[in-house]
Each structure stands twice: as C-alpha cells, then as structure tokens.
C-alpha cells in the first residue's frame, strides 16, 4: 500500500494521477492513500503499514512535520521497512532527512521522470523487480535479494555478506566482482575492504559511515569527497 501525505489537496491529486500511470508501466496494482496530515498518516500506518509514503516536509502550524513524523516512524515504532520519498519545494534539510533514511527526494513541482526513477528504486528495493546477489559456496550457487544485504567485507581472500538481520555469510571471492554485480542496486564503493547499502545507513563522518546494526564502517581516503558528496549533495537520488 502506498500513502501519499501533503496537506495541499490538489498536489496530492495531481501526484496520485501521475503516480497510477508509473506503476502501471510497472504492472503493479497498488492501493494508494491520500492523507491530509501527519497525524492521521500515523494512525493509518499503524493499522495499514504501508509499503511506501510520500511525504511532504512542511505541514501547517499545529501539525507535526514531516521529518518528526518519519522520525516517530523509524524510533518509535521501530519501522524500517516502510520506504520514505520526501517531497517538497525546499530543499535546505539535507542532513535532517537523512536520519529518518529516506529512499528519495523529490523536488516540487514534481517531474514525472523522477517520479518513475523513484518508484522503480522503491521497486528494486522491495523485491519486484528481482534483484538479487549470486554466490557460491562449495560448488553450490546461491542467491540473496540485494534488499536483504546491509554490507559486505573482504577479510583475506573471503568476502563476508552481513544481511539486515545481523546474519553472516562467507565464500571466496574479490571486490571487483561484487562491485561490479552491486553497483546496479543501491550500494556504495566506501572502501577497498567495503561495499556498503546505502539503505542501512544511520549516520557519517567525514572519514567513516555509522550502519544501523552499529557497525562502523571506513571510509577510503580517495573516497572520502566523492561519498560525502554522494551523501549529502545527491541525497538521497543517487542509486550509485
């Protein structure tokens, strides 16, 4: 289920009429919510859960905005799941934004081709359209929905995959060939010994990127303004 939260009326029209066609592209049929404030955004999600909302950052005074809403979703109600696309006309809240781990920005008015490159992220992300990771181990090959994967390291000559659910996996490999496999999903080249979801990432530094399982993660020196820039300045389009 999809919610769209805005308190300007015609927007979310607008964004609904626009939102139908790009899944449709998709084949996918998907119930979609229009709600007038945070509040009711929450109650709503607390009953629906919803799969993914767009959400506006500014909200009449007496409402609750739009990031502490997202915040309330992420730290009170423990919800990683749901995705987030923040959609606005101002775009100072980098950094705020980037603690509730958005899957977007979208800037008002909205343009229909970065509403399709969103939704087909959204897409990737939740399984539709099959992404996954090949390995093997013991001659044996298996496979691992990218969405699934928080980070991977290279420790000697084995790569080590560490899933959202804190799991562990090992097969022999090198990070060339995860990189060039991962790069097509939304994972970042932060270091030689790390490939890293941007999805699970909670917060950084100029030198090292914090994930949500708390793992602190290096961020190579030759990289370090090419990632910062990737994280703020593109956040959060860049599918990297």
Known sequence: MVAICDDNEAFMDATEKQLKRVLKKFNIHNKIDKIITTGDLLDEHIKEKYDLIFLDIEFAQGDIKGINAARYIRDELYDETVKIIYVSANTQYAMQLFETRPINFLEKPIVYGDLEKAVEVFLRLSGHLDLKFT?????????????????????????????????KTEFYGVMGDVW?????????????????????????????????????????????????????GKLPNSTC
């Open 135 to 167: 390995y093997t181990v013991n001659k044996t090959d298996y496979c691992i929905d990218y969405a699934d994967i928080m980070y991977f390291k290279s420790e000697n000559r084995k790569i080590i995959i560490v899933t959202k659910n804190y799991e």
């Open 180 to 232: 060039a496999s991962a790069k097509k999903a939304r994972f970042m080249d932060v270091h030689r010994s790390y490939i890293v979801n941007r999805d699970y990432i909670k917060s950084f530094t100029y030198n090292h990127i914090i994930m949500t399982n708390g793992a602190s993660i290096p961020i190579g020196r030759s990289k370090q303004k090419e990632i910062r820039r990737m994280l703020m």
